[in-house]
């Protein structure tokens, strides 16, 4: 009987772990204060429940400031016709999104532009100000 209980709770427990997990679009970035931003592509996580690209971008002064932006779910992305192949490691793009609100190099992805020139969409979690 003990043993049924313990698994039973560790199952809840593990369920209950991606719910903690998702975040809303207002609890991180703000709908208000929108950026784009040029750069190279460093590293791509196409992972579930959300991509980020990890982009190398340079300021006003020439120097690379490193910025990472939250996509939407790799099967949504998918289906509107993005592969994990799309962008490679160095490959220029340009991204536009929201800023984070704790002021970090973070921002949650409109679209992309591909560097064949293509604007495709993100998958951004924001419903508010599309």
Known sequence: ?????????LVIGAAAVPALAHHSFA????????????????KLEWTN??????????DE??????????GGAPNVLTRNGWTKDS???GDPFTVEGWLAKDGSKTC???SVKLPNGRSIFAGSS????K
């Open 126 to 129: 924001n419903t508010e100000y």
């Open 87 to 89: 962008l490679k490691v």
């Open 49 to 58: 429940p959300h991509i980020w690209l990890y982009l190398d971008v340079k």
């Open 27 to 42: 609890a991180e970035f703000d709908g208000t204060k929108s950026v784009k931003l040029e750069g190279t592509l460093n």
């Open 108 to 110: 949650s992805a409109r």
């Open 61 to 70: 002064s020439g120097t690379v400031v490193k910025w990472q932006c939250e």
């Open 1 to 9: 009987m003990k043993v049924r209980i313990a698994r039973l709770l």
